[in-house]
């Protein structure tokens, strides 16, 4: 509510503290012979237009373009936590050619250098504060939505908050001034004055946070939201492994995915496989007999993707829904899907589709059985046959970690539903590693073999451990050496306190 800039959407800030940018000019403007504060302001400059993004097209276009994996950030603007930390390493430069330039005795001319800078800051500061009836403080879609009352009030309170940042900036540019000269004049101690700069690169910073961490997200929205309704007991009541599908408006809501395993949602990164169910099938295969014509659904997607439960607003009429509950206070009505598929499931039939759009067409034909055939992209390893019995078992689920234990009369294909991602998951059948194979373009299959089997899902990538591997090797040499330096130090005291007596 307090933005009046042009972007049409703003989810959070950065804040880079005014003391931290006062350090980091210092660190340019007094250490600029050193070639890493040139090649830190040049990077610095750099990753700033970079952020501009599309505003900026001589940089961004190229980048876009032409640089690996440039395009797949979220927003340009997310460069700007490179600048943040430029910045950082800048004003250690700065402090650091504080103490260095006291010992050289030329204070004259590194009071020439430090006036302008809290001169600009200052001017910066105060500027706003004069302009009040220059700067706009309204939205180009506000003054068109909103009444002339209303416009008032808006432009006074974001003056006001732009006032009291203002003189907040002010006051912290006045401190850092005052510990600057009076190291530079008067000979302030060295240690007060660079506990009292961290002091104060503290006060500016950590109110920031700690406002920004509150307002995330107000512990007491946060708890209304995520009340368990009379509907999340009931199905949280089914011990079995299952997941519930929000219908309509509900879909969106995060409050199905905090309490229960639910195929819709919203989350900025997602899998290109899931989305492409969602797109192309969810919601399609409309001769699949499902007569709410808001809401037209494959049943075999449905089925396949283990959901047991439906939450609606509206009554829905099918032949596999059975209405189980109903609650009257959240106006919501559960329903069981009779034709829901287990956790994992025993196939004996295959067709291998290796093309992508061939392979979606065919999940949204009526032919297609969920239950009775398998789609792969490739060719299985060994033969299977429809089993006549099967059974399956969860016996352990975690994030990265399943066990099953499976009984099938016949060899056939093991489909899970769980998503299929090959970086990094593995499958040992009966203690024997296994190919898992894409099924259903979204679910992962093992092939198993006739009788008894128990079978392991793990995800371990191997960068994974080798990253595992070297922070331990890592921590070690750096808690090896801290112990060192501590012994040292001590061995020398112990040896200086000797010689003394």
Not at 87 to 99: R, T, V
Not at 182 to 195: D, H, M, T
Request: net charge positive; aromatic share 12%; hydrophobic share 45%.
């Amino acid at each position: 509510p307090g933005y009046w800039g042009h972007m049409p959407f703003t989810s959070t800030t950065d804040y880079f503290g005014v003391v931290a940018v006062i350090l980091g000019l210092l660190g340019i403007v007094l250490a600029w012979k050193r070639p890493e504060v040139k090649i830190l302001t040049g990077f610095m400059i750099f990753s700033l237009l970079l952020a501009f993004g599309r505003h900026f097209p001589l940089i961004y276009q190229v980048f876009f373009k032409w640089m690996p994996f440039f395009d797949k950030f979220r927003i340009p603007t997310m460069i700007v936590v490179m600048v943040m930390f430029s910045n950082a390493l800048l004003a250690g430069f700065g402090l650091q050619a504080l103490l260095e330039k006291v010992k050289e005795n030329d204070l004259k001319k590194v009071m020439r250098q430090v006036l302008p800078i809290f001169g600009i800051i200052i001017l910066l500061g105060v500027i706003p504060l004069l302009l009040r009836n220059v700067l706009g403080f309204i939205r180009a879609d506000e003054s068109k939505s909103y009444s002339p009352e209303i416009i008032s009030l808006l432009k006074a309170v974001r003056f006001d908050l732009l006032k009291s940042d203002a003189l907040r900036m002010l006051a912290l540019t006045a401190a850092a001034f005052g510990l600057v000269f009076s190291y530079l004049k008067y000979n302030l101690p060295r240690a007060l004055f660079v506990g009292a700069m961290m002091v104060l690169l503290l006060l500016d910073l950590l109110p920031i946070n700690k406002r920004y961490m509150q307002q995330l997200i107000p512990k007491q929205q946060m708890e209304d939201y995520f009340s368990v309704s009379r509907a999340d007991q009931f199905m949280q009541a089914d011990k079995e492994p299952h997941r519930v599908f929000p219908l309509g408006e509900l879909s969106s809501e995060a409050h199905w995915s905090y309490f229960h395993q639910s195929i819709e949602g919203y989350h900025p990164a997602k899998l290109r496989i899931y989305q492409d169910i969602r797109e192309s099938c969810l919601y399609e295969g409309k001769e699949s007999g499902f007569s709410n014509a808001q809401a037209p659904i494959n049943w075999n997607i449905v089925n396949m993707l283990n959901v047991k439960y439906l939450i609606s607003q509206q009554e829905v009429q099918h032949p596999d829904l059975v209405p189980v509950f109903q609650d009257q206070e959240q106006q919501l009505l559960v329903y069981k899907n009779n034709r829901v598929l287990p956790r994992a499931f025993c196939i004996g039939r295959i067709e291998v589709i290796s093309d992508r759009q061939m392979r979606l067409q065919r999940l949204n034909q009526f032919s297609f059985k969920s239950d009775s055939v398998a789609i792969l992209e490739k060719p299985l390893s060994g033969a299977i046959e429809t089993p006549q019995q099967w059974s399956t078992k969860v016996t352990r689920y975690e994030p990265n970690l399943i066990d099953l234990e499976v009984s099938s009369d016949k060899p056939a294909l093991l489909v899970l539903s769980e998503i299929y991602y090959p970086a990094g998951w593995s499958a040992v059948v009966n203690g024997v590693d296994a190919e898992i194979y894409k099924v259903n373009h979204i679910l992962r299959g093992v092939r198993i073999p006739a009788g008894e089997s128990t079978i392991r899902f793990k995800l371990a990538p191997r960068s994974f451990q080798i990253s595992l591997m070297l922070m331990s090797i890592s921590m070690t040499i750096i808690y090896g050496l801290l112990i060192a330096a501590f012994f040292l130090a001590w061995r020398q005291v112990y040896r200086s306190s000797i010689k003394t007596a």
